[in-house]
T-cell receptor
Framework: GAGVSQSPSNKVTEKGKDVELRCDPISGHTALYWYRQSLGQGLEFLIYFQGNSAPDKSGLPSDRFSAERTGGSVSTLTIQRTQQEDSAVYLC??????????????FGQGTRLTVV | GDSVTQMEGPVTLSEEAFLTINCTYTATGYPSLFWYVQYPGEGLQLLLKATKADDKGSNKGFEATYRKETTSFHLEKGSVQVSDSAVYFCALGSNYQLIWGAGTKLIIKP
């Protein structure tokens, strides 16, 4: 596609429910990143994929969070048993190769998650 | 670990004023430095970058110089416009991650 696509753009869920957030990166981009942006905060790294593997999952806040990537393309971030503190904007970014921040990483518009 | 500190906002200026948003960093090695911008309702976009000491990044009238001696990468613009109203993020490229500042909201009044 023309850019990084995330869906849904907005999600309101009840506490305790599971949610899935989807990221469709730019075609051919092997590196994919998930970040979380809370109100008034900077971006918090969650997980990084190179191809289908995730060399670094250290940013996932708890074992309720998981992510996968299939076919070296689409990625899904799953949050189980959502809590109110999970409310944030979840951002996905992709780049041609790992660490290519000095060229450009492209960001999606994010999914705004609200847990009520 | 590596970190980025940028000035808190919001910063409110009148149109045509001079802008400085301060950014300092702590890092091992020689990271790349970036400014990203998030316009209302839009995704993050790379504004400018610098990959080594004394490099100056520039775009859309904005400039920032990579100062190793002061570990800074301050964002400047000589004459701001209402359309520059956005949130600006300073970031440091560390291995495969970007380390982010908290963001500075800029409000430009006509």
């Amino acid at each position: 596609g023309a850019g990084v696509s995330q869906s849904p753009s907005n999600k309101v869920t009840e506490k305790g429910k599971d949610v899935e957030l989807r990221c469709d990166p730019i075609s051919g981009h092997t590196a994919l990143y998930w970040y979380r942006q809370s109100l008034g905060q900077g971006l918090e790294f969650l997980i990084y994929f190179q191809g289908n593997s995730a060399p670094d999952k250290s940013g996932l806040p708890s074992d309720r969070f998981s992510a996968e990537r299939t076919g070296g393309s689409v990625s899904t971030l799953t949050i189980q048993r959502t809590q109110q503190e999970d409310s944030a904007v979840y951002l996905c970014a992709s780049s041609l190769v790992r660490g290519q921040w000095n060229t450009e990483a492209f960001f999606g518009q994010g999914t705004r998650l609200t847990v009520v | 670990g590596d970190s980025v500190t940028q000035m808190e906002g919001p910063v409110t200026l009148s149109e045509e004023a001079f802008l400085t948003i301060n950014c300092t960093y702590t890092a091992t090695g020689y990271p790349s430095l970036f400014w990203y911008v998030q316009y209302p309702g839009e995704g993050l976009q790379l504004l400018l970058k610098a990959t080594k000491a004394d490099d100056k990044g520039s775009n859309k009238g904005f400039e920032a110089t990579y100062r190793k001696e002061t570990t800074s990468f301050h964002l400047e613009k000589g004459s701001v416009q209402v359309s520059d109203s956005a949130v600006y993020f300073c970031a440091l490229g560390s291995n495969y991650q970007l380390i982010w500042g908290a963001g500075t909201k800029l409000i430009i009044k006509p």
